[in-house]
């Protein structure tokens, strides 16, 4: 079955810390990957997303995520956390082919002043 | 920049009454999608619609469920019967041509709450 896991619930990060925020897939194929964040009571919003090429793709307000074939992993990273980075992290897939994004349960990035 | 739009931004309706959810996707796009999330659950995909048919649909999706584009611009949801289970906040979605990208572009979502 067609799967993605964000093994962390929530992640605690110091403001102008790194932070990284995990995500597996199981998907055959080479799927399209994706990062979505969603702030409180509002709707997802698109952050990066791999297609082909470059294992590290940078995205929106400085995010980055580093595709490893290997290990099927595409971990979200930040080099300097900002309070308003605070907010739910989706990691997604779609299995090329097909219409459907598949959702990972999300991650509560927290970032502390 | 274009996006999204969903009306309205939160439905109230009594158990087996019908709703109906609007949404208009971006003007060139021509794939669109419904999606769903139960309070504190994950996102699940409903549907997925295109040149006027369903092209892919979930488990969720049953004969409770239908989607339309009545006009050029507009794409709605209907729940003929609501169940208290239905309550979740709904998430359109489109995209454009072509299979290469396949980012999809979502609406700020319908809270519905089944009483």
């Known amino acids: 079955a067609q799967s993605v896991a964000q093994p962390e619930d929530q992640v605690n990060v110091a403001e102008g810390n790194p932070l990284t925020v995990k995500c597996t897939y199981s998907?055959?194929?080479?799927?399209?990957l994706f990062w979505y964040v969603q702030y409180p009571n509002r709707g997802l919003q698109f952050l990066l997303k791999?297609?082909?090429?470059?294992?590290l793709v940078k995205g929106s307000y400085g995010f980055e995520a580093e595709f490893n074939k290997s290990q099927t992993s595409f971990h979200l990273k930040k080099p300097s956390a900002l309070v308003s980075d605070s907010a739910l992290y989706f990691c997604?897939?779609?299995?090329?082919?097909?219409?459907?994004?598949?959702f990972g349960s999300g991650t509560r990035l927290s970032i502390r002043p | 920049e274009p996006e999204v739009t969903q009306t309205p931004s939160h439905q109230v309706t009594q158990m087996g009454q019908e709703v109906i959810l609007r949404c208009v996707p971006i003007?060139?796009?021509?794939?669109f999608y419904w999606y769903r999330q139960i309070l504190g659950q994950k996102v699940e995909f409903l549907v997925s619609?295109?040149?006027?048919?369903?092209?892919?649909k979930s488990e969720i999706f049953d004969d409770q469920f239908s989607v339309e584009r009545p006009d050029g611009s507009n794409f709605t949801l209907k729940i003929r019967s609501t169940k208290l289970e239905d309550s979740a906040m709904y998430f359109c979605?489109?995209?454009?041509?072509?299979?290469?990208?396949?980012?999809?572009?979502f609406g700020p979502g319908t809270r519905l709450t089944v009483l």
């Open positions: 619609f295109y040149n006027n048919e369903i092209s892919e």
């Open positions: 979605a489109s995209s454009g041509v072509g299979q290469r990208d396949n980012e999809q572009f």
């Open positions: 791999y297609i082909t090429g470059d294992n």
């Open positions: 003007s060139n796009h021509l794939y």
């Open positions: 997604a897939v779609i299995r090329r082919g097909a219409s459907k994004i598949i």
């Open positions: 998907v055959s194929g080479n799927p399209y």
